[in-house]
């Protein structure tokens, strides 16, 4: 079974392998005539006035929690959406409450504004 | 209930949307296919200046009476000219358009009255140096050459000046008798380089009406696409 | 003449201190003294009569010898009035209050005059290059003696 | 004796590998030049023409070759490693998503027994390379598109998730090739049976690659060029390959998913990959009909527009599943 | 008004009240959009403040273009000076050309032919109609949609024949000259006006539905950056953006020049004052200018419309300030004359240069996107703006 | 690293590397040429005209050159319109954030050499080519989308015609 992960390794270094090898064969056949503005940030043609890495609000961050709790509970979800056949009605009323719960959970943060993005 | 209306709307709009899109798809491109295919320029098309040339005797037509540099906007025209003693008349020995501070505003066609400077429908003047955009007189009456044109302005003027000086040029025969020319010679300037612009300025309004008149008889020569749509057919007339 | 009466009532107004000028029937003009300026276009923007509460324009044009002006074109949205006032001004100090309080659309307008005629304006707080070069020099250039940078070329005349 | 077990299954694998690549790449050449000319076409135009013989065929490989002669650019305040990586990431990402894409009944190089959930938690990768692309380059506009990415995968992975388990649901199984199989008539198609989930599928589907109307990460018009304002040369060109590799692979997950996969229209098996590869056309021609028309989202519509509706509606999608598959049964 | 009143951003207060906002602590980064930036339409530098993607402040910066045309006019003759009022608003140099013609013209007194006002008209509105046809598809794609630029420049692009065949440019016109236009029409141009009139009346249907009732437009576009009339007038912005603050201002009506008395057309009016309006305006207008074109061409009577101008023309002692309404606005040539052969003074007024004014007071607390929105909805220009 | 540019020097010297490199040349010049990827700036009028070629009616992507909003991405560099003195520093920024190899085409009178604002003008850069070098001067005020075009395959032409050891080299031209 574990095997088929072996696929996979391979994929991945198959693909940072070819991704490195033309990144490298781009190096040899490109210029390279570094000079002071150029390695200037691009900033619409103006230099640019203090670093981008400051601490700003993104704004996101409730969505982020959200998010979370949301992608956990799909987790939840697909062991249950696997077997659902072999649950029949039981299986439907059990996740019914699941969601419930969540969804009310959803309709909760909306209805406290957090879904507003500000 | 708003909101599932609002969904139902919304997604409506949104398809709508991609069929107007698709629509398109379907239809043939209105692009110009530039190297193999040209519009046909119109007559009136203000590009790149030239000096015209009488198409018998290949001389200039400029009588180098500075009007043109005087009316450039931006002092892109240089001319030098001469004085040729046995004709007494001017000639240019440098006539220098600058193209690139040239406004192609198309004054210096509209002052001058004897035809001698066009804004032409011609376009394809990109040089890799800059100080071959600067014309001299051969590379802009080599230009001229196959220009072809109606001589709507002043030919009363030319043809005047022509008489004044019977020995000299007269013989040449006249072919364009059949102008406005001898109505009033009275009018003939006696010194084109320095008459004062205003009085040729009446004059050539008198003769422009008449030269219109003539083109907006002669069948649509100068044919070009109505509507965009419509340059297709052009397109494929020029491509031949 | 809409303009006309309107002119008339606004001398019969503010009498002594505005002087009426005939520019041309269709836009009438009023020298102001511009010590009184700020009041002057506050008054006739909120009196009832007049509302002339658009400002098109500042143009300010330098006479040399004759001093300087400003002119301010303005117009009524609600009465379709349209007036220039005037003001003259020194041409060794030109200085004219900032009128951004009434009309905030005024702000960059007087920053050109200050920029390219040197017009001082008396309250503006923020002076700064809005047209030239950060790093101008080369004094008022749109003033009639300004006598050109390295890179100014004049037009020869033919 | 690891190598000795291993081996056989080594090289088939990079066999498949090696496959997957010349496909992938021929594939992004082609669609690169196909989005051109279907944009071309919307907008009355024509597209390349010169480059090539027949209608610039070639043009997108001297694209591509003309972006590996490009100078590489790294500007002296980014984060030097996090600005390389990024695009290694981006499309190793991508890559590694075809390794659970069913081409036919018997080519898929891995059928993982979790296909789905492989999937979901491959693709998010890309995005936090956008983010690292966004964040390593220090410029301002490029940190607001890696920022606007990440908020985009807030939003857009649940729903897209619980979309896909409508169709886990009637198949039983996570297993590609599984929800595949199951799909086998023309009206079992999860598109039928499943059209609220197709459509929750393809809106978070176009998020999650960037497509218009969701391109906030790299909003020409707002924000230059996004999270690769700084990148050019070959790096440059693995994010742009990457884009349209992507598109291809959210099209052949919706096709495997919902459009019967290698299924032909009448149940065939026959010409599987060939289907296959129509029918994730047809959904990347959707795709790029849809860049083609619509506007641009506003950062915060995008977040509400998941939350408040497609949210939801994925649930209600399964719990209509739910509810009629007890039902039918 | 008070000034004070002004400057408070509606958003920033609903900032104060979000708690999330208000706990964290956050810096202000600065950026700069533009000058070259795909969304400024030209070289216009706003610096922005911004919190994440929100906007603080934003303070314009301009001159990127000032080329001194009125420096340049105060040393050429009167005749000379149209070529640069082409270049003064090269988007709709034609109204442009208008402006300099009607301010010569009422301080010389000069008698215009009835066919070259009839002929001012119809170019003008030909040229607002394609002035707007790049609003309109510039306005879509500063939203992300690309298409609809190229629609609208296809459309452009068949005004530009009409305007190539009659007076030779493609862009810059030179051709309505002081006391009339520089040459008549020609034969057969009445019909193919009129073909492409009715042709833009069906484009205008298409382009309404492609964008007109897309919810992604209309959420990008409703409620962004409301001026009120009061704000829109004490910033001195003009054109169709105030009329979509609600302002009935036209000065084709209200102070006519041309013949525009003659024409019936109407005035679209905005009612939320916000993004939408303003799109919506043009895009009305576009549907009026049709509407002109058509009586216009219509009633246009016979004669000889051009003017010879003399080399040695002297405009009488004098000052004037002309304004006509241009696609964009208000624009206005103040001319001083002292008798001479040249303007003692020359001042352009552009429309653009109010309206780029009150963006920064109006887009405060939105997001970047919506500045790019508004600033697009203003159709800012900005060689009128930097002159 | 720039190896491409010694290439030349030595395979040349093996037999038959002469045409090696000239096909590898012809290869490379082919793919750059036919890949003109364009920044989006423009100043004043003439951009409007190279919209206008962007667009439908002439439709620059037909050479297969596509808009890119970053100076980074962009291979050739259209001075469209008017550049100042106050523009002219930001010109040169933008055009040093280019990657190489990049190519410049000034269009039109103003930007070639002031054009009608040569003179009397105080805020004019006389010519762009005292910032930035430039490889095609068109003419025009503004120039036709044809013009634009011709300076276009002008530029193609040039392009076609370089050196692997010009462009490839680490100093500069």
Avoid at chain 2, 193 to 220: C, F, G, I, L, V
Avoid at chain 5, 95 to 121: F, H, K, N
């Amino acid at each position: 079974m574990l095997d088929k992960y072996l696929t996979v390794a391979v994929f991945l270094f198959g693909t940072v392998g070819f991704v490195l090898v033309t990144l490298f064969v781009a190096k040899l056949l490109r210029p390279a005539r570094p000079s002071e503005i150029k390695l200037q940030n691009y900033e619409c043609g103006e230099s640019p006035v203090g670093s981008s890495w400051v601490q700003f609000n993104v704004r996101f961050y409730i969505f982020a929690l959200l998010f979370v709790i949301f992608d956990v509970e799909t987790v939840f979800i697909f062991p249950w959406a696997v077997v659902y056949d072999t649950l029949g009605w039981f299986g439907f009323i059990e996740m019914t409450i699941f969601l419930a719960i969540l969804i009310y959970g959803l309709v909760y943060a909306w209805k406290k504004g957090v879904l507003k993005w500000v | 209930m708003g909101m599932v209306k609002d969904f139902f709307s919304g997604i409506y709009n949104l398809v709508v949307g991609l069929f107007v899109t698709g629509k398109h798809l379907g239809r043939h491109a209105i692009t110009l296919q530039y190297p193999k295919e040209r519009w046909e320029m119109p007559e009136r098309s203000r590009g790149v200046v030239v000096l015209l040339s009488d198409p018998e005797t290949g001389e200039l037509n400029c009588t180098a009476c500075l009007l043109c540099m005087k009316a450039c906007p931006t002092g892109a025209i240089i001319i030098d000219r001469e004085k040729n003693p046995e004709t007494k008349r001017w000639f240019p020995t440098k006539f220098v358009i600058d193209n690139t501070i040239c406004a192609f505003c198309g004054l210096c066609e509209e002052s001058c009255n004897f035809d001698a400077i066009k804004l032409t429908g011609k376009y394809e003047f990109s040089v890799f140096d800059q100080s071959e955009l600067i014309y001299d007189m051969d590379r802009l009456a080599e230009l001229g050459r196959d220009v072809k044109y109606t001589p709507r302005k002043k030919p009363a003027a030319k043809k005047a000046a022509e008489q004044k000086k019977p020995p000299a040029e007269g013989k040449k025969p006249d072919e364009k008798k059949e102008d406005t020319a001898e109505k009033k010679p009275e009018e003939k300037p006696d010194k084109i380089e320095t008459n004062p612009a205003e009085k040729k300025e009446e004059k050539a309004e008198a003769s422009d009406k008449k030269t219109e008149d003539q083109e907006s008889r002669k069948p649509e020569e100068a044919k070009q696409g109505d509507l965009g749509l419509d340059k297709e057919e052009d397109k494929k007339e020029s491509g031949n | 003449m809409q303009n006309e009466q309107l002119v008339s009532q606004l001398v019969e107004k503010f009498g002594a201190q505005a002087e009426k000028v005939e520019l041309n029937p269709a836009q009438p003009a009023l020298v102001v003294d511009k010590s009184i300026l700020v009041e002057f276009l506050k008054q006739i923007k909120e009196d009832e009569n007049f509302k002339i509460d658009y400002l098109s324009c500042i143009s300010a044009v330098d006479y040399l010898e004759n001093g300087m002006e400003m002119n301010y074109h303005l117009c009524s949205i609600e009465l379709r009035y349209k007036l220039t006032v005037k003001v003259k001004l020194d041409r060794e100090k030109p200085e004219v209050p900032t009128i951004r309080e009434i009309h905030p659309g005024a702000d960059w307008h007087e920053r050109e005059a200050w920029e390219l005629f040197g017009i001082d304006i008396k309250g503006h707080p923020n002076l700064k290059t809005l047209l030239l070069p950060e790093d101008w020099k080369d004094g008022w250039p749109m003033r009639r003696d300004w006598e050109g940078n390295d890179d100014f070329v004049k037009m020869p005349e033919f | 004796m690891f190598l000795g077990i291993e081996l056989p299954q080594i090289v088939l694998s990079a066999i498949y590998f090696a496959l997957t690549l010349g496909v992938v790449l021929l594939m992004a050449l082609f669609l690169v030049w196909w989005e051109r000319k279907v944009s071309a076409h919307i907008q009355v135009r024509f597209g390349p023409m010169m480059t090539g013989k027949w209608h610039g065929w070639s043009q997108t490989l001297a694209d591509a070759l003309k972006l590996l002669q490009k100078e590489d650019i790294v500007p002296r305040a980014a984060d030097k490693g996090v600005y390389f990586w990024a695009p290694v990431i981006v499309f190793g990402a991508t890559m590694m998503t075809f390794v659970v894409i069913p081409w036919s009944p018997r080519f898929i190089a891995a059928d993982l027994n979790v296909g789905i959930l492989y999937i979901i938690a491959i693709t998010t990768f890309t995005i936090i390379s956008l983010l690292m692309a966004g964040w390593g380059s220090n410029n301002k506009y490029s940190l607001l598109g890696g920022m606007r990415s990440a908020a985009q995968i807030v939003s857009y992975e649940v729903p897209l998730t619980l979309s896909i388990m409508g169709v886990v649901l009637l198949a039983q199984s996570l297993s590609m090739q599984d929800i595949v199989a199951d799909q086998n008539k023309f009206w079992n198609w999860n598109i039928i049976r499943q059209p609220l989930g197709f459509l929750v599928y393809l809106v978070a589907a176009t998020a999650e690659v960037n497509r218009t109307p969701f391109d906030l990460p790299e909003a020409e018009q707002e924000l230059v060029a996004g999270f690769n304002v700084e990148y050019s040369g070959m790096k440059f060109a693995m994010f742009f390959l990457a884009e349209f590799v992507n598109m291809f692979v959210v099209a052949a997950i919706a096709t495997a998913l919902f459009l019967g996969g290698w299924w032909g229209p009448f149940g065939n098996e026959s010409l599987g990959w060939l289907w296959f590869v129509l029918k994730s056309m047809g959904v990347v021609f959707v795709l790029m009909w849809f860049r083609w028309t619509y506007p641009r989202l506003r950062v915060d519509h995008l977040m509400e527009f998941a939350w408040k509706w497609l949210l939801p509606l994925a649930f209600l999608n399964l719990l209509a599943t739910g509810l009629i598959y007890n039902l039918v049964k | 008004m008070d000034e004070k009143e002004l400057h408070i951003g509606e958003h920033q207060e609903q900032d104060e009240q979000n708690p999330v906002a208000r706990e964290l602590h956050t810096e202000e980064f600065l950026v700069n959009m533009g000058p070259q930036h795909p969304s400024t339409h030209g070289v216009c530098r706003l610096l922005l403040t911004m919190d994440g993607e929100v906007i603080v402040k934003v303070e314009p910066y301009i001159g990127y273009l000032h080329r001194a045309i009125e420096k340049i006019c105060e040393n050429r003759i009167y005749n000379q000076i149209t070529p640069f009022m082409d270049r003064f608003e090269y988007v709709s140099s034609m109204l442009a050309d208008w402006v300099y013609a009607l301010c010569v013209e009422r301080i010389g007194q000069i008698e215009v032919s009835p066919r070259a006002e009839y002929l001012r008209v119809i170019f003008g509105e030909l040229q607002r109609i394609a002035s707007h046809l790049i609003y309109w598809g510039v306005f879509a794609m500063d939203l992300g949609a690309v298409t609809p630029f190229l629609y609208g420049l296809r459309e452009r692009e068949m005004i530009m024949d009409l305007f190539e065949e009659t007076c030779g440019q493609r862009l810059t016109y030179n051709y309505i000259r002081i006391g009339g236009v520089s040459q008549d029409i020609n034969p057969g141009f009445e019909q193919k006006c009129k073909k492409f009139t009715s042709y833009m009346c069906q484009v205008l249907e298409d382009y309404e539905t492609l964008l007109n009732e897309n919810p992604i437009f209309l959420s990008r576009t409703k409620n962004i950056g409301v001026a009120p009339p009061e704000l829109s007038v004490a910033y001195g912005v003009s054109g169709p953006s105030l009329r979509a603050s609600g302002v009935n201002w036209d000065i084709r009506k209200d102070d006519p020049y041309g013949y525009y008395e003659k024409f019936e057309f109407e005035i679209p009016q905005g009612k939320n004052y916000d993004t939408w309006d303003r799109y919506q305006a043009r895009v009305i207008e576009m549907r009026e200018s049709c509407k002109i074109i058509e009586q216009a061409l219509d009633g246009l009577p016979e004669g000889d419309p051009t003017f010879k101008m003399r080399a040695s023309f002297k405009l009488p002692e004098g000052e004037y300030y002309a304004r006509i309404e241009s696609s964009r606005g208000e624009m206005g040539c103040y001319i001083v004359s002292k008798g001479e052969k040249k303007p003692y003074r020359l001042k352009l007024r552009g429309s653009s240069f109010n309206n780029l004014m009150i963006i920064p007071e109006i887009s405060k607390g939105l997001k970047i996107a919506d500045l790019v929105a508004i600033f697009a909805s203003y159709d800012i220009i900005m060689p009128e703006v930097d002159r | 690293m720039g190896v491409a540019s010694k290439i030349p020097v030595y395979l040349e010297k093996a037999p038959g590397g002469g045409i090696l490199v000239t096909s590898i040349d012809k290869i490379l010049n082919w793919s750059r040429a036919s890949s003109l990827w364009y920044m989006l700036f423009g100043t004043a009028c003439c951009a409007i005209e190279m919209m206008c070629t962007g667009a439908s009616r002439y439709d620059f992507d037909r050479l297969g050159m596509i808009f890119r909003a970053s100076p980074r991405q962009s291979d050739l560099m259209f001075v469209a319109g008017t550049i100042t003195h106050k523009m002219a520093s930001r010109v040169k920024i933008l055009y040093e954030q280019m990657a190489e190899p990049r190519y410049v085409i000034a269009m039109g009178g103003c930007a070639v050499r002031g054009g009608p604002f040569y003179y009397d003008s105080y805020a004019v850069l006389k010519g762009i080519d005292k910032v930035i070098p430039v490889d095609v001067y068109i003419p025009g005020c503004p120039p036709r989308p044809e013009s634009l075009m011709e300076g276009c395959l002008k530029l193609r032409e040039k392009i076609r015609k370089e050196k692997m050891a010009d462009w490839s080299s680490d100093s500069a031209k």
